[in-house]
């Protein structure tokens, strides 16, 4: 979606701050003709300062915290709360930056506002409304 034509963003640069290694498929995707040219991969924390410095995040023009969609029921608050601290570093470490959230919990959602999040999308909500 951010390389393509049809959107106007093909100059872009991205930027993924992972607390994982890339996995196979992730690594075919960064290969591809325009993802190497334009998209860096950082194995990092998004509460490490030091990584946020890394990622550039003081000078990012968007910032987009994504979730693992297929979580599992038990883990939905815990992986919201990890995303609610992680946009509390990126607000703290640029606090003029369009923060976009992916939150599993509908209930996150107000804490995702208050924490500096300039929109949210709930997955949860998303399904709901497509059934």
Do not use: W
């Not at 290694?21 to 995707?29: F, I, N, S, W």
């Not at 960064?30 to 990584?51: F, I, K, V």
């Not at 570093?89 to 959230?101: A, K, W």
Request: proline fraction near 3%.
């Amino acid at each position: 979606e951010f390389f393509s034509s049809q959107r106007g963003y093909t100059c872009c640069r991205v930027c993924i701050l992972g607390t994982a290694y890339p996995d196979k498929e992730m690594q075919l995707l960064l290969q591809g003709r325009l993802a190497s040219e334009r998209t860096q991969y950082l194995h990092g924390s998004p509460t490490n300062a030091q990584d946020l410095h890394r990622a550039q995040v003081h000078s990012a023009v968007a910032i987009f915290i994504m979730t693992d969609k297929a979580t599992p029921d038990e883990q939905v608050k815990h992986v919201d709360a990890l995303n609610i601290l992680t946009t509390i570093s990126m607000r703290q470490f640029n606090d003029t930056v369009p923060i976009y959230v992916q939150a599993l919990s509908s209930h996150a959602s107000s804490v995702f506002y208050d924490m500096g999040a300039t929109a949210v999308v709930c997955v949860n909500e998303l399904r709901m409304q497509l059934l």
